[in-house]
C-alpha cells in the first residue's frame, strides 16, 4: 500500500521545480538595461537624498498602513478557523473570541485616533 503522503510530496515538489525554474529563466533570459533611476534606492514613495531630511524619519502614516495590514491579516486568520468549527467550540469558542476581539480593537482604535484611516 502507497503512502497517502506521495501525491502531496510530488506536488510541492513539482511547485518547487516551477518556481526555481521561473527564477531562474528570468535570470536567464531576462532584459539587463539598469539606468540610474533603477539602481536608486526606493523610499515609500519619498525622494531619497544622501543627508535624510529630519533625521530619516519616515511620516507615521506608511506606519499606520502597515499596521492595519497586520491587524486585519491576523484577524481573519484567527477568525476564519473559528468560524468553520463553531458548532464544536460552543461557549468556550464564542467567549475565547469575544475576547480576542476586544483585544483586536485596542490596536484599530489606536490607529483610528491617529488619523491612519483618513487617506488625503
Known sequence: MSN?????LWM???AGVMALGGVGASAILGPR???RAKLEAYECGIQPTP???GGGR???KYYLVAM???VFDIEVVFLYPWAVDFGELAWFGL???????ALITVP????????GLEWD
Not at 497517502?4 to 502531496?8: R, S
Not at 484599530?108 to 488619523?115: I, S
Open 4 to 8: 497517502p503522503y506521495v501525491p502531496l
Open 12 to 14: 510541492m515538489g513539482i
Open 33 to 35: 538595461k539598469y539606468n
Open 51 to 53: 543627508h535624510a531630511i
Open 58 to 60: 519616515f511620516p507615521i
Open 68 to 70: 492595519t495590514f497586520i
Open 95 to 101: 467567549i475565547a473570541m469575544l475576547g480576542f476581539l
Open 108 to 115: 484599530f482604535v489606536y490607529e483610528w485616533r491617529r488619523g
